[in-house]
């Protein structure tokens, strides 16, 4: 994500006949130089019969990947004097060279060409396969080249034809759209709480309730993201190999890693140089963990770190790599392993002990930064014939979501937030004004029902409800409904 610039210089002569490249080169690296001969054997160049001695600066720096090779190329044509070098000049070089001499895709070409915009470099040469990606970066001017008789020509002073435009999409994908849910309105209710204020969620309830499907929904009715968080979800998808379109997505992500994930998979990993995990895809967005209880508790505890801090620190045995992860969290899980547990008219075959072992996979410090337990219930015929008038579409729920959004960003940007899901507790209780159901909370805490956290948290959500009503500060029923849905109870009564 916060990538380096790296001089490649080449020096011809000095000695017999071979290819050096030093400046803590790895493996793949250090094959760049056999790529590179037989790429320019075949685009008609002579590869030079002295030593070559090519150097990676910073050299106390480990470098790793095939990016290097039209960098390497370029710089032993120039130093040949086969090609001018006066292009170099001002221009970073990214793309691995086959041995026909085609220049072929490589990960990471957008946090590059940041870093490289960011260091003052004006142009970048890139796969033409990248060139879209590349250019979604401001104030640097993108040449793809397809082989390295492009990267020649335009060294030569040449102008290198941009690739062909990709054909626009005519079919546009699905928007799951909270229409589709049938019933569930405090579901879908606590759906939009969670929305506005950023909080986690956990939904409980037998299986084909409709936990996936809200769970789903969700990013749907979530905010634009702003062009810098755009950015910053574009690079993370290209560091781990994914395609990005020719535009850049302003929609939230959506991860749902499935419940076999190891920890590398859901935090990141990789033998030398770690590789962004299934929270860091989900960053500025949804990270679902459907059939919640079913994942390794090792890959479950992972993600206690990274909900507080927003980001993961992976140490491998060349350099310890940092990559963000501010992601909203929903659980899904069923009541028992059969998923019958406490359902009237259906008979649940596991024992308690069994009932007992499956929920306690999920860890108390995992669900106790969880803010709301919303449990859903098989709905009834007349419930359903009752509520299949009044579902909204995502449309009108996220025009109130962004509403709240925007009353929270004026309230908290004197302290440095944006939801109220980042508010510190002592900003809580101390520089926003006194909501009202205060003896209602201590009332609670006294009986033993909420802790400190969960005082907090339950302010969180008080605000968020207010915000959501157009309230300046949280009253008593927005304080009543805070503790129903951190508690998982019934909301009847309560939601406004």
Same mark, same amino acid.
């Given at each position: 994500m916060d990538a380096t610039v790296v001089d490649v210089e080449a020096v011809v002569g000095g000695g017999l006949p071979r290819t050096v490249i030093v400046g803590l080169p790895d493996a793949a690296l250090h094959e760049a130089g056999d790529r590179c001969r037989a790429a320019l054997t075949q685009a008609g160049f002579t590869w030079p019969d002295q030593r070559v001695t090519i150097n990676l600066s910073p050299a106390s720096l480990p470098k790793a990947g095939t990016h290097f090779?039209?960098?390497?190329?370029?710089?032993?044509?120039?130093?040949?004097?086969?090609?001018?070098?006066?292009?170099?000049?001002?221009?970073?070089?990214?793309?691995?060279?086959?041995?026909?001499?085609?220049?072929?895709?490589?990960?990471?070409?957008?946090?590059?060409?940041?870093?490289?915009?960011?260091?003052?470099?004006?142009?970048?040469?890139?796969?033409?396969?990248?060139?879209?990606?590349?250019?979604?970066?401001e104030g640097i001017e993108v040449v793809g080249v397809n082989t390295l008789h492009d990267v020649a020509t335009w060294l030569r002073g040449g102008e290198v034809?941009?690739?062909?435009?990709?054909?626009?999409?005519?079919?546009?994908?699905?928007?799951?759209?909270?229409?589709?849910?049938?019933?569930?309105?405090?579901?879908?209710?606590?759906?939009?709480?969670?929305?506005?204020?950023?909080?986690? *969620?956990?939904?409980?309830?037998?299986?084909?309730?409709?936990?996936t499907l809200l769970a789903e929904r969700l990013p749907g009715i979530l905010p634009e993201l702003s062009p810098?968080?755009?950015?910053? *979800?574009?690079?993370?998808?290209?560091?781990?190999?994914?395609?990005?379109?020719?535009?850049?997505?302003?929609?939230?992500?959506?991860?749902?890693?499935?419940?076999?994930?190891?920890?590398?998979?859901?935090?990141?990993?990789?033998?030398?140089?770690?590789?962004?995990?299934?929270?860091?895809?989900?960053?500025?967005?949804?990270?679902?963990l459907d059939e919640a209880p079913e994942f390794s508790p090792r890959a479950l505890d992972a993600l206690r770190t990274p909900l507080e801090s927003g980001r993961?620190?992976?140490?491998?045995?060349?350099?310890?790599?940092?990559?963000?992860?501010?992601?909203?969290?929903?659980?899904?899980?069923?009541?028992?392993?059969?998923?019958?547990?406490?359902?009237?008219?259906?008979h649940c075959e596991c024992t308690p002990m069994a009932v007992r072992r499956y929920g306690a996979r999920l860890s108390g410090p995992i669900l106790d930064r969880v803010d709301i337990i919303a449990p859903l219930r098989p709905m009834t015929k007349s419930y359903l014939r009752a509520a299949g008038s009044t579902g909204e579409p995502s449309a009108a729920v996220a025009a109130r979501v962004a509403e709240a959004r925007e009353r929270q960003r004026v309230r908290l940007e004197p302290v440095g937030c944006r939801t109220n899901a980042e508010v510190p507790g002592s900003v809580l209780r101390t520089s926003l004004p006194r909501p009202e159901g205060v003896d209602l909370l201590e009332a609670t805490m006294t009986r033993g029902l909420l802790s400190l956290r969960g005082l907090d948290k339950v302010l969180r959500l008080a605000w968020t409800i207010a915000d959501l009503n157009g309230a300046d500060r949280p009253r008593l029923d927005h304080v009543r409904a805070a503790i129903a849905l951190r508690r998982g109870e019934d909301q009847a009564g309560v939601v406004s």
């Open positions: 090779d039209i960098a390497i190329a370029a710089a032993v044509l120039t130093a040949a004097t086969l090609l001018p070098a006066g292009r170099l000049q001002g221009t970073v070089f990214l793309g691995e060279l086959g041995l026909n001499a085609r220049v072929r895709s490589v990960r990471g070409v957008l946090p590059a060409v940041l870093a490289a915009a960011n260091a003052g470099f004006t142009r970048a040469v890139v796969p033409a396969a990248h060139v879209h990606e590349a250019s979604l970066v034809p941009l690739p062909a435009p990709e054909p626009a999409e005519t079919v546009e994908e699905h928007q799951w759209d909270l229409v589709d849910v049938a019933g569930q309105l405090e579901a879908r209710w606590a759906i939009e709480v969670a929305a506005a204020g950023r909080h986690h *969620v956990f939904l409980t309830g037998p299986p084909g309730v409709g936990k810098s968080e755009a950015l910053e *979800v574009a690079a993370i998808r290209s560091v781990s190999g994914l395609a990005l379109g020719t535009q850049l997505s302003r929609r939230a992500p959506f991860s749902a890693p499935h419940h076999s994930a190891s920890v590398a998979a859901m935090v990141g990993g990789g033998a030398r140089i770690a590789q962004p995990g299934a929270i860091s895809l989900a960053h500025r967005g949804i990270l679902f993961v620190e992976l140490a491998r045995s060349l350099a310890s790599t940092s990559y963000p992860a501010r992601f909203q969290l929903v659980l899904a899980a069923n009541p028992c392993p059969c998923g019958h547990a406490g359902q009237a008219g259906v």
